[in-house]
């Protein structure tokens, strides 16, 4: 990598100016929020500094803050020149790599919103998201151009190499071109900071996917919680297993940017890689959903790193056999929990003083409760169901950690509405508060703690049996590594749980051709952890789970296989 | 202090609800930040973690984050009962302690406006302040009563004791009385987050105070700010060195509750109470001027404490040997700089990965650099003098690390206004730009080097002569303690340096009756990095140096020693 030269067009002219266009009639003692300054600050305070670094690649590249920032700033004028206008869409399909981290800002530096596409959508479900979203212009990774044939929208292809022939080097160049050395002082800044910032779209399991809008002031406070909540700062170097195109990649774009942080591009969630990285490119931040962090704990490298790493975790409650792996692996696990409608995480597991005497079961139950809003997050309720149109007032559930009611919050940390779709915006927003779909408990001491989609309930024998509680409770036997719990019709009790099991590499062949032994031995497990109409009624142990795009297990499918059986 | 027994209504019921009152017709997406949701959030997460602590009293009190959210809802009801309406002031005046503490949290939940006034200003300079800000109420430390005697505004005297028979704390239960027990959700919130937060009177010194009027979201930001450089988190312990009347101890009242950082409150600057918090409390933050940062270091307690302490240092620039001395001590020092209009610190000297390798003496010039934006600050600039009326815009100096211009800044961390003073704010604003009154100098990589205030320069046979320069050079010479340099008028040159010293108490005895023999030496030393017209022509032994309460070394004073020489 120390041979690569970026092109001619991304190196920043000596007397660069890293300050936007004067916003007219701006009272001096208001500036609109918008996360873009961090790059520009970033840029002025540490131009030397390695930005991103992208390894695992036949064209390995590396820019520091003062090119990367010329790029984006080249980028900006390369949309302006297409005939970006301020507020447009422009979409990006890619893996983690440069250009989907260059659109993050450099798409907000031409005032128009950046719409991050899920890589592993079918061309069918892409063609809906661009025609939904009206993209004017397509971004796209050279391995996502299947997912673009039949497109009207004009599209650059980035082949991911660097190189001045590029197709979306050339695009940058002519940018630069076309900026007439104007620089930075030639692009105008949003003078509204509750202008569109990020357009996502929910990989909903059922329906249409929405699209969920952001603001430039809701991605800017996000990103410095994140940055604060991690605990980020200058020496700080962040790896991208998180797909970036999930939920804006929970603001990190922007947190490891106003953290002056190095960010490290991973196309693929390759384990032999990240824990190259880990051990050798001092690796001190990543996000992951529990699965993948399953998956890292357990590659055949794994070994304490010599520098601490942060882990944050969400999109499911980490089980405590994953937590101890990781505090072994010398990894900080956080446990954070959010949507893409509230930019990624918005509470966070708090750990308290009194936790290190208990035992780490103890603990583990108390580090899976989603917990408290988190920095700049407001108000996080649990409330009762809403029956009728959604005008009433929003109920709190009581603070028993036993009354199962839905996670609302409002505040700077929630979207602005779903594109284009009143309805479904007036739904969220019943009662004032956006309704996060999420059931669950609310404790004495204001910890949320899911207790699962109101459609992971299992009705059994008339009591409520929640999937992830009894999840919790199978994840604690030493053999299984992942489990996936959900509803199958009972003639007696109606529901009853059924599991799904992946077994640890260790013990598989301990149980081969052992299926109703292991089958024997779980349920023992649970009965002594669970109420009786908890206790999983059937056990199926498979080589791995269903999940999506971003790692979440799809319970979808298993209810599928569940129905037919 | 472990038999301390708060009193009655200081205890939070037993269901405490730590949310405000709902903003009507808020949308769900927009919450006006205000600096009092971390009191709240604290309050939730950590309601048995230590707050507050005020120790080095005759009545020692201290009060965890549930307590100290329940007392500052008394306040607020306290000041409600009492018709403070929202916007109105309510003077403060006291040196650290939870009075002045309870205030920034307390008057802003009464939607009022915290006017914290210096204790050490004399009698009329606080009826000025009394006066021209209009206060409704003034909150007073029993040691500062003999300021307000002939003030006809209602006093709440506090005699610092937290007993319940204590005029504060009386007013405080009657708080809790007239709430009704209505808790937190019966304070509206300040729906305008450009609402008024603080009014600091610049303790100017020439002319009438001003009074300085900040923003609630202008301190939520800066708060936010603060906590981020300082990289404070829960485990932090923040010292009160610096008044918390100055500058509303530049944000640290909320930047520290922001981070769940216990707080200790230290009525006055005394060493022997300094060192004993940073051996035995624990101490992991403080800020203070490089006048008590000398102190500090000098005290003969002084050694390395077990963990590791941050000063954040701003007033002045840090010399080189009190940079050295700070690092000995296992002291990290932080140079940030700021003014009572941008909140306190708005700058920060970055620290390059380059400087390592540099020698002691080069790295402390380079660190004496105000530096550049910090957090969430935007625009910093240095521009040449406006001629005119202020409409013309803005010209930048070179970016040569020579031409000399006066650092302007805009954005959230500027405040709003000099209030009821429209001139005065018309002045400041001129240009579009706040003008800090600080002459710098820009260097090529955008960091700012103050030069002197235009007071400051010393014009020596034509030649602009920085006095800050200067004394950076003086205080080299290692016994010095510490050096302020004026202008003394001269027959030949116009203008010449002369410095005034304190010595280092090693070698006092040393120079004993020798006055002439050190000035030679010293100007030896001078002569050896400075240019000929920079080096003093007279220089004095002094055994203290003027100063104001806050600590900044009074040149008016030595200006006015050197006109009747």
Known sequence: MSNFVPTAASIPPKDVKLRLQEIPNLPPNLHPLNPLVFLLRAAQIYPQKVALIHSDVIHPVVYNFGVWAQRIQNLAYALIKFGIKPGDRVGVIAPNCPLIADAHHGVLAARAIVTPINTRLKPSEVEYIIEHSSCSLLLVDHECVHLVKSTKVPVIVSNDTGLADDPYEVFLSDGRVFSGERGWPGLSAEADENAGAVLCYTS????????????????????IANAFEGQMNRHSTYLWILPMFHAAGWTFPWANVFSFATQITLRTVNYTHIWRHFLHSGVTHYCAAPTVQIGIVNGPQAKKPPQDITAIIAGAAPTAHLIAKLEETGIRPVHVYGLTETYGPFTRNFEQESWSNLSLQERARLMARQGHA????????????????????????????????????????????????????????????????????????????????????????????????????????PHVLEVSVVARSHIKWGERPMAFVVLHPQHVSKWRNRQSAFEKELKEHAKQRLPGFACPEWVEIRSELPKTSTGKILKTKLRNVVSKL
């Open 374 to 477: 988190f920095a700049t997050a407001e108000e996080v309720r649990v409330v009762h169901a809403t029956e009728g149109d959604g005008d009433e007032p929003l109920r709190d559930v009581p603070r028993d950690g036993k009354t199962v009611g839905e996670i609302v919050t409002r505040g700077n940390i929630v979207m602005k509405e779903y594109f284009r779709d009143p309805e479904a915006t007036r739904k969220a927003f019943a009662g004032g508060s956006f309704h996060s779909g999420d059931l669950a408990v609310w404790h004495p001491d204001g910890a949320v703690a899911i207790m699962d989609r109101s459609k992971d309930i299992i009705i059994s024998g008339g009591e409520n049996a929640s999937s992830l509680a009894i999840e919790q409770e199978l994840s604690s036997h």
């Open 204 to 223: 909903g399991t059922t329906g249409r996917p929405k699209g969920v809008l952001t603001t430039l002031r809701g991605s800017y406070l996000a990103a």
